[in-house]
């Protein structure tokens, strides 16, 4: 197996953590010092990853797509887009948005260090403004 492979093993395997709203099998994927950051801005550590689906979230579908691997060694970043149906304590929170995700490797295993799930927007129309 290649690191990418093995990463994007790791990803489809959130994934499908995620979508089934099992702590269980996340608690495996996840490195013990994890930090998710929410569409919100919000910051989750491990365990209130872990406790979302016991205080309300509810997965209908989640996929990860358009996935890109960097490859960093013991470390890796996978840059693409969370498309998912999910409610959040009865409110609709589903959309598609831009996804990344670190992968660490301390042993003989790839494990989700962090997640970060922000706003998905089109680049900006024309070059940056010069200083």
Known sequence: MTTRS??????????????????????????DDFVGVGPLGFVLGRDQWLSRFGNGLENRA??????????????????????QETSFRGGDSSGRFRLTLVAARPGDRWLLAGVHIGPLQQPPAGPPPSS
């Open 62 to 83: 989640f996929a990860v797509e358009d996935a890109e691997v960097r490859d960093y060694g013991a470390a890796a970043v996978v840059v693409g887009v969370l498309a």
């Open 6 to 31: 093995d990463v994007l093993d790791l990803v489809t395997g959130w994934a499908k953590a995620e979508e089934a709203n099992d702590a269980a099998a996340l608690d495996r994927l996840l490195a």
